[in-house]
């Protein structure tokens, strides 16, 4: 083009000559084909760039939702029931086998005892991750099922079908995953549609479930914090209440489980806010061989001790939920770790199954291969507490 035009315009030096050679009949045609050139849409960068942005977007969807479920279901069943344990880099199945992910760390798990389904997250890079199906037992690789992108503190999820989720934290299940916001989750599970759930007023989604919300249907909320109002008596009936707490005078429930379906169906659980902050110390000298003087002390909410020891205060390790084989069911640990509860999700009831006024340190709840859920609560000094079956209890006190 550039050529013709040199030609006609007669220009550009060496093509003057050739202008001169052409008969007033070819300068006309050649005239013409630079109109026709020039009156085509051309590509602007805008519209490129558009067309780049609508193949991106596009990019990732490579399945509808009948055709990933199909695909699914191509997995052989499992023959018997299993057991996950999360571990650094992956999780350890049925005690006797780990599995890792080789494109990176799994982050976070949800999986059925029962049929062996499980979703989970893999850390591809510190802003990049990827959600995965894999049935376990069925010797077959993992199949994608979506991309999560880290923006600062959001969280983009784009699944294979097409299907995007923006939120502030993803939580795994056995039928898919959960988006969360402050209030609002959006529970997707392959080959339907997402369903929404808006948490009632007053309260939020709690950032760690240690329950399958899928197979459940329960989910766990965690109170609005209390504004910094710098009102001296606010503060003094704030501080008042927490003391009543830990004195087993009054209660004060933070969290709820409360069935997404049916709102009426809740449990109201005693273990308060503050039970998952930790200490961090900085600037620290040594003041003889048993103290130590530090000028800094830092709170943050944490899973882990900074030893990295699990914060056991925590409602993550307090609060668990399960399906078995009859009863949808929670253990919990109330009452400043007094009390260890089994609860009925469905009937609003509970079995008191430890008790002690001076607590218990920690306490945990697996379920087995075979859905039998057993609960070992730690003593410390004093004697630990066994429950072999913690749904058997329930049908017991009936």
Same mark, same amino acid.
């Given at each position: 083009?550039?050529?013709?035009?040199?030609?006609?315009?007669?220009?550009?030096?060496?093509?003057?000559?050739e202008a001169d050679a052409l008969s007033p009949e070819q300068k006309q045609a050649l005239f013409q084909a630079l109109m026709q050139k020039m009156q085509q849409p051309s590509s602007s960068p805008v519209q490129k760039s558009a067309s780049l942005h609508?193949?991106?977007?596009?990019?990732?969807?490579?399945?509808?939702?009948?055709?990933?479920?199909?695909?699914?279901?191509?997995?052989?069943?499992?023959? %018997?029931? /299993?057991?996950? !344990?999360?571990?650094?880099?992956?999780?350890?199945? +049925? #005690?006797?086998?780990?599995?890792?992910? $080789?494109?990176?760390?799994?982050?976070?798990?949800?999986?059925?005892?029962?049929?062996?389904?499980?979703?989970?997250?893999?850390?591809?890079?510190?802003?990049?991750?990827?959600?995965?199906?894999?049935?376990?037992?069925?010797?077959?690789?993992?199949?994608?099922?979506?991309?999560?992108?880290?923006?600062?503190?959001s969280m983009r999820v784009e699944t294979v079908t097409g299907k995007r989720f923006n939120g502030r934290n993803i939580i795994p299940t056995s039928k898919g995953f959960v988006v969360t916001r402050e209030k609002t989750a959006f529970v997707y599970e392959?080959?339907?549609?997402?369903? %929404?759930? /808006?948490?009632? !007023?007053?309260?939020?989604?709690?950032?760690?479930? +240690? #329950?399958?919300?899928?197979?459940?249907? $329960?989910?766990?909320?965690?109170?609005?914090?209390?504004?910094?109002?710098?009102?001296?008596?606010?503060?003094?009936?704030?501080?008042?209440?927490?003391?009543?707490?830990?004195?087993?005078?009054?209660?004060?429930?933070?969290?709820?489980?409360?069935?997404?379906?049916n709102p009426t169906q809740r449990k109201m659980i005693n273990v308060t806010l503050g039970e998952k902050e930790v200490a961090l110390f900085s600037q620290c000298r040594k003041q003889n061989r048993y103290v130590r003087i530090c000028d800094t002390m830092?709170?943050?909410?944490?899973?882990?001790?900074?030893?990295?020891?699990?914060?056991?205060?925590?409602?993550?390790?307090?609060?668990?939920?399960?399906?078995?084989?009859?009863?949808?069911?929670?253990?919990?640990?109330?009452?400043?770790?007094?009390?260890?509860?089994?609860?009925?999700?469905?009937?609003?009831?509970?079995?008191?199954?430890?008790?002690?006024?001076?607590?218990?340190?920690?306490?945990?709840?697996?379920?087995?291969?075979?859905?039998?859920?057993?609960?070992?609560?730690?003593?410390?000094?004093?004697?630990?507490?066994?429950?072999?079956?913690?749904?058997?209890?329930?049908?017991?006190?009936?």
């Amino acid at each position: 083009m550039a050529c013709v035009t040199a030609i006609l315009l007669s220009g550009c030096g060496a093509a003057s000559n050739e202008a001169d050679a052409l008969s007033p009949e070819q300068k006309q045609a050649l005239f013409q084909a630079l109109m026709q050139k020039m009156q085509q849409p051309s590509s602007s960068p805008v519209q490129k760039s558009a067309s780049l942005h609508h193949a991106v977007e596009n990019a990732t969807k490579t399945l509808d939702e009948k055709e990933l479920l199909a695909k699914i279901g191509e997995y052989p069943s499992a023959a %018997t029931g /299993i057991r996950l !344990e999360r571990k650094s880099d992956g999780f350890l199945l +049925n #005690g006797e086998k780990m599995y890792v992910d $080789f494109e990176g760390p799994i982050v976070r798990l949800g999986y059925d005892w029962r049929s062996g389904d499980a979703f989970y997250i893999v850390k591809l890079s510190n802003d990049t991750y990827r959600i995965k199906y894999q049935k376990m037992l069925s010797g077959r690789d993992p199949l994608t099922v979506g991309l999560i992108r880290r923006d600062g503190l959001s969280m983009r999820v784009e699944t294979v079908t097409g299907k995007r989720f923006n939120g502030r934290n993803i939580i795994p299940t056995s039928k898919g995953f959960v988006v969360t916001r402050e209030k609002t989750a959006f529970v997707y599970e392959v080959g339907k549609r997402p369903v %929404t759930f /808006i948490a009632p !007023e007053g309260w939020h989604i709690a950032a760690f479930q +240690n #329950g399958d919300v899928a197979t459940t249907g $329960f989910i766990l909320l965690e109170r609005d914090g209390e504004s910094e109002t710098g009102n001296p008596f606010s503060d003094l009936m704030k501080s008042t209440v927490e003391l009543g707490n830990a004195l087993g005078v009054t209660t004060k429930s933070d969290y709820m489980l409360v069935n997404m379906k049916n709102p009426t169906q809740r449990k109201m659980i005693n273990v308060t806010l503050g039970e998952k902050e930790v200490a961090l110390f900085s600037q620290c000298r040594k003041q003889n061989r048993y103290v130590r003087i530090c000028d800094t002390m830092e709170i943050k909410k944490s899973l882990y001790q900074p030893n990295g020891l699990k914060n056991f205060n925590h409602y993550y390790w307090n609060i668990h939920w399960f399906k078995g084989k009859k009863n949808i069911f929670s253990i919990t640990k109330e009452s400043n770790n007094r009390v260890v509860l089994v609860s009925d999700l469905e009937h609003n009831r509970s079995v008191e199954v430890a008790s002690r006024v001076t607590g218990f340190p920690e306490y945990v709840a697996k379920q087995s291969r075979d859905g039998v859920v057993k609960v070992h609560v730690e003593g410390g000094l004093l004697p630990s507490v066994d429950i072999d079956d913690a749904e058997a209890v329930l049908d017991e006190s009936i």
